[in-house]
């Protein structure tokens, strides 16, 4: 059975309701310190879980004979920087406790996300490689370059199946973004449809490398599926979908909505996103188990557009 902590957050309600469609709802259970979230109602077993605590974690996992666990639980980077060492605290800590349990009772596979956050400065900023100068700046950066290094300890140590994805900037529209410093490119397509204007937090020309989710899920599963064998990345794989600037959506999105207008004023997040990679090159994913990105942001800011005015009742 497959456990997800975190099931809540943007990825989290979106993985869990992939992860219950390929394996059955009850094979999949959700759990997260807030309550269950709506659209997670209903399609199966939901638990309370804090995953700082380890004992009930470690309960939890025996006692619902959980053989897979994603642990999509984090402080994102915008957040992370207003509280340092809790956010320390939690992404490291609560990495740590699911590795140790996947070691003591053998668990089949872990799933634990990394980012492009993990890149710094100092890294190639265009089409950045697997493997380069990791300088985080951030202390988010800095909690999943290092829960990076714990990951392939414990694959080479224990030899247990951890697998993870440098997630882009994710985009959707089923559950709120955390917190993030790439939150301003879901508020835009909700600011578009609610006001008709948005005022973008990042200045027009921050190139970022992004992704939709749906693409952002199948790399999960299709990497989660794939056979160890194959799998050459035991830190976390780079991966890509496209890069844009707000200038840039907010230009898709007035091929939809010519009247939308953006203002630019640039906050504390500008240094968090100056400090990141403006492309990604993810051929290692690709290689190793034929990752292909299949949205672009017209195709994205349709079905963002679509959905998201289908959630508002709007015609
Ligand atoms: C953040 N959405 O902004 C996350 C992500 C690459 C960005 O890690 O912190």
Request: glycine letters at 8%; proline letters at 5%; charged letters at 20%.
């Amino acid at each position: 059975k497959i456990l997800v902590i975190g099931a809540c957050g943007q990825i989290g309600v979106e993985l869990t309701l992939a992860l219950r469609k390929m394996y059955g709802g009850n094979n999949v259970v959700a759990s997260d310190l807030r309550e269950e979230h709506e659209l997670l109602k209903g399609t199966g077993p939901y638990v309370s879980l804090d995953v700082m605590n380890k004992e009930m974690l470690h309960v939890l996992v025996i006692r619902h004979n959980i053989t897979q666990v994603y642990l999509l639980a984090a402080i994102l980077s915008a957040t992370g920087e207003k509280n340092p060492l809790l956010a320390w605290h939690i992404n490291m800590q609560s990495l740590l406790n699911v590795l140790d349990i996947a070691k003591e009772e053998g668990l089949d596979k872990i799933y634990w996300p990394s980012s492009i956050a993990v890149f710094g400065p100092n890294s190639p900023k265009e089409t950045t490689p697997q493997h380069t100068i990791i300088e985080p700046t951030t202390i988010y950066g800095i909690s999943k370059f290092a829960g990076e290094r714990w990951c392939e300890y414990y694959h080479h140590r224990y030899g247990t199946d951890v697998r993870s994805l440098r997630y882009p900037g994710l985009i959707s529209y089923k559950s709120a973004p955390g917190g993030g410093t790439t939150d301003y490119a879901v508020e835009i397509y909700h600011e578009a449809l609610d006001e008709g204007h948005y005022k973008c937090f990042l200045s027009e020309n921050t190139y970022l490398p992004m992704m939709y989710m749906p693409d952002a899920i199948r790399a999960t599963i299709e990497l989660m599926e794939a056979d160890s064998a194959r799998i050459t990345v035991r830190s976390a794989y780079n991966l890509s979908g496209m890069s844009f600037s707000p200038k840039e959506i907010a230009g898709a999105i007035q091929q939809h909505i010519p009247a939308f207008t953006v203002s630019y004023e640039p906050d504390y997040r500008q240094d968090i996103a100056n400090s990141w990679p403006q492309s990604i090159d993810d051929g290692e994913a690709a290689k190793d188990w034929g990752w292909q990105p299949q949205y672009d942001l017209p195709k994205m800011t349709e079905d963002m557009l679509k959905n998201l005015k289908e959630q508002k009742g709007m015609q």
